[in-house]
């Protein structure tokens, strides 16, 4: 199933995000639509963006005050490893997707293969100004929206012999039912505890669980690591499972009233994903060092459930946990000297501070080694070959590395594998 992530950028320029996304020849191609790589006046495709926004005053606030305003938006697709996408065909997807939903903007594709297993993958800069009538880009990127342009990414995908999302929610198999999203499987209530800050301890669960699943590839191993966490695991009559958090017999939900995530297909899902991806016996070796290290925090109890402990006089939750990993999956982070190498050609300063509060955590827990193991490949920055290429200009404009193979004809694309 493709992954839809977004990120809206609000730095004064996209140049900043463009360098990122083309920097040390890391670019296999790249697609625009109504713009260019570098247009007949000698503008790179980030100027045309800038300049466009000026034009129609789209670049500063839409009211008055210190707030800033919505430079771009930047969307991730990633396909599922399983399906083995090629680069021809996730170009296809993301142009055709990218042009039914933001036909009337500047929109530029970038596609890489820096993660783990070489997976292609698309980084879509869509820049904020409706073409058409000059409108911002922010009120039509509502939650339902976007909610929307993730499942018609999926039934795309589908049409296209990939696999879909929402196939692993619209059946009814195995015995379980995962009948309510994510989103709404939050109460009215639990989101407002989250909203101030407080303790709730279905969302507790889940942030356990989301530890639980980064850290597992098999199901025995996943049982393990919910022990580790401090959580209970046992089998209802519809098959699902149904947890609670130790030494609190009451606290106990079925996963599929934690979201479609956590019921017991989705996190088989997750799992047989993650198998996919990991190939490298010291990816499991450093999951189970952090298993053993959390499992001893957890054993000696907190000032409250969702505390693990304190570094350098602040605590650190579980929720911290799960975004380290996240944050290491995403930034493929491997070592210590990762953590550096990606905050230097970060352009966001929230990003950076993720870095290192990351970092810190990583090191108090002794998860990652100081230096990227031999079989990860090289420093972060040191993978990628230099690229020059001469690019093309049109509506739907691309340019393929020079060392790439002969361009190929795809529809009003063209097209180059790597």
């Known amino acids: 199933m493709p992954q839809l992530k977004a990120r809206s950028g609000t730095s004064p320029s996209v140049r900043g995000c463009i360098a990122y996304l083309t920097r040390d020849g890391r670019s296999l191609a790249a697609d625009f639509i109504n713009c260019c790589e570098v247009d007949a006046e000698s503008r790179e495709v980030w100027r045309q963006m800038d300049e466009t926004r000026k034009l129609f005053g789209n670049d500063v606030p839409a009211r008055s005050g210190n707030g800033r305003a919505r430079t771009f938006e930047h969307l991730i697709v990633s396909p599922d490893p399983r399906d083995s996408v090629d680069l021809t065909t996730l170009r296809a997807l993301c142009t055709a997707w990218a042009e039914r939903h933001f036909g009337d903007y500047q929109v530029a594709i970038y596609y890489h293969d820096d993660n783990r297993n070489r997976i292609p993958h698309a980084h879509i800069v869509v820049n904020n100004t409706n073409l058409a009538d000059g409108r911002r880009i922010a009120p039509k990127l ?53 909203a101030e800050r407080g303790y709730s301890w279905k969302e507790d669960i889940r942030q356990r ?33 149904v947890f609670s958090i130790e030494g609190h017999p ?36 450093q999951a189970d060092r952090l298993r053993t290290a959390i499992a001893h925090i957890v054993a000696k109890g907190g000032p409250a459930p ?6 350098d006089g602040k605590e650190f939750t579980v929720k911290d946990v799960a975004d380290m990993l996240d944050l290491c999956e995403e930034l493929d982070i491997r070592s210590m000297d990762d953590f550096d190498d990606a905050a230097s050609y970060t352009i966001r300063e929230s990003v950076r501070r993720e870095l290192k509060g990351a970092k810190r955590l990583a090191e108090s827990l002794g998860y990652l080694p100081e230096h990227r193991p031999r079989e990860y490949g090289g420093r972060l920055l040191e993978k990628h070959s230099h690229r020059s290429s001469e690019p093309s200009c049109r509506r739907h404009s691309s340019y393929t590395p020079a060392h790439s193979a002969p361009a190929q004809s795809y529809s009003h694309v063209e097209i180059g594998e790597r």
Do not use: H, P
């Open 306 to 311: 969702s505390i693990l402990g304190i570094i």
């Open 250 to 285: 009451t606290w106990q939900v079925a996963g599929r009233r934690l979201g479609i995530d956590y019921s017991r297909r989705g996190i088989e899902s997750q799992l047989a994903v993650g198998r996919a991806r990991c190939k490298q016996r010291a990816e499991r070796a």
């Open 209 to 241: 669980l989301r530890c639980a699943v980064k850290l597992s590839w098999e199901n025995a191993e996943f049982l393990e690591s919910c022990t580790a966490l401090g959580l209970g695991c046992r089998m209802d009559r519809r098959g699902d499972w």
């Open 142 to 194: 509502t939650k339902g929206a976007f909610r929307r342009m993730g499942d018609d990414l999926q039934d795309m995908a589908r049409a296209m012999g990939l696999r879909a999302f929402r196939e692993d929610y619209e059946r009814r198999e195995s015995g379980v039912i995962a009948t309510v999203t994510q989103d709404s499987a939050r109460t009215r209530a639990e989101r407002a505890i989250i």
